[in-house]
């Protein structure tokens, strides 16, 4: 297991365009979480999963954003109608429910909204 | 709710200077997690140390070390002998009951040749 993969690396779009990020968690690891970072910021959570079930959100998570994890494994982070407020890095981390191993972070992805 | 206070934005030293990023922070939980990332350019978050919070030893590995005390809500760390590549941007971050990391604003460390 390499880790945690976040896809795309980078994606760049059309205010108003609807972006789908993608997260690979570590395997043994039943916990998902997605954070956002702006620039000069540390990163904000916006939800988080414990296998399937989305146990919290973010009160910053507006509508426009929904995210799954239909099988407990990987999960989906969508943006609907883009702003260009949207614009941040998208962090995906994943542990277990012990916190053995802490929190383990993937690459992210960074969005750009033009 | 929980809080991390990171006052230092900025510090800028010469390579071989000891430096120490200062971390405060508030929970009303009883049992809860610290922990320092460092983020480097390149941006993945990259992770240093975790401490519980029964757990007050302070820790040394290698070149880092972190002083956790209860009393003054603080987990301090400190480079000893900084090089260029310890250049980069330092989280302290909280994890309490409901497992969610609350993050400080981070500390941007320079190191000058």
């Known amino acids: 297991d390499t880790g945690v993969s976040q896809d795309p690396r980078h994606k760049i779009t059309k205010r108003g365009q609807n972006v789908t990020f993608r997260c690979d968690p570590i395997?043994?690891?039943?916990?998902l979480y997605w954070y956002r970072q702006t620039l000069g910021q540390g990163p904000e959570f916006l939800t988080y999963?414990?296998?399937?079930?989305?146990?919290?959100k973010s009160r910053l998570l507006s509508d426009r954003f929904s995210a799954e994890r239909p099988k407990g494994s990987f999960s989906t982070l969508e943006i609907q109608r883009t702003e260009q407020g949207d614009s941040a890095m998208y962090l995906c981390?994943?542990?277990?429910?012990?916190?053995?191993?802490?929190?383990?972070f993937g690459s992210g992805t960074r969005l750009t909204v033009v | 709710a929980q809080k991390v206070t990171q006052a230092q934005t900025e510090i800028s030293v010469v390579e071989k200077e000891d430096v120490t990023l200062d971390c405060v922070y508030e929970?009303?939980?009883?049992?809860?997690?610290l922990f320092w990332y460092k983020q480097p350019p390149s941006g993945e978050l990259v992770f240093l140390i975790r401490?519980?919070?029964?757990?007050?030893q302070n820790e040394i590995s290698g070149r880092y070390s972190w002083n956790f005390q209860k009393s003054t809500s603080s987990f301090n760390f400190t480079i000893t002998a900084s090089q260029v590549v310890d250049s980069a941007v330092y989280f302290c971050?909280?994890?309490?009951?409901?497992?969610?990391?609350?993050f400080g604003k981070g500390i941007t460390l320079s190191v000058r040749p």
């Open positions: 999963f414990q296998n399937e079930a989305q146990l919290e």
């Open positions: 395997s043994e690891h039943n916990r």
């Open positions: 929970t009303r939980d009883t049992t809860y997690y």
């Open positions: 971050a909280l994890s309490g009951a409901n497992s969610k990391l609350t």
């Open positions: 981390a994943s542990s277990l429910v012990s916190l053995t191993y802490g929190y383990t």
């Open positions: 401490r519980n919070s029964f757990d007050e």
